[in-house]
């Protein structure tokens, strides 16, 4: 079992940053990618970055030059930095893990508001 807590979510203006921190706990830590997905309201769940466990990552469109995604194996942590903010961006942000029993796991999500 795998545990996902994520942290850093706030209401920020438009133009400025945030940085997302999503710790993983639990009996299984073996990754094969763990990533960052977003839900707005009214909309379905999308992808926003993701990272191998080889360090290859890979971003949404619609982040691509403004958010950078990195992990910390030591720490079993995932982070999600957000510059450049858009109201667009305002969405709950959920953290998710595969492991390498290709089992997924879910964090309980954190709020980002981005206001204009």
């Known amino acids: 079992q795998v545990q996902l807590v994520e942290s850093g979510g706030g209401l920020v203006q438009a133009g400025g940053s945030l940085r997302l921190s999503c710790a993983a706990s639990?009996?299984?830590?073996?990754?094969?990618?763990m990533g960052w997905y977003r839900q707005a309201p009214g909309k379905q769940r999308e992808l926003v970055a993701i990272?191998?466990?080889?360090?290859?990552?890979n971003y949404a469109d619609s982040v691509k030059g403004r958010f950078t995604i990195a992990g910390d194996n030591a720490k079993n942590t995932v982070y999600l930095q957000m510059n450049s903010l858009k109201p667009e961006d305002t969405a709950v942000y959920y953290c998710?893990?595969?492991?390498?029993?290709?089992?997924?796991?879910w964090g309980q999500g954190t709020q980002v508001t981005v206001s204009s």
């Open positions: 639990g009996s299984s830590l073996s990754f094969n990618a």
């Open positions: 998710n893990a595969v492991t390498i029993e290709r089992l997924g796991y």
């Open positions: 990272i191998s466990s080889g360090g290859i990552t």
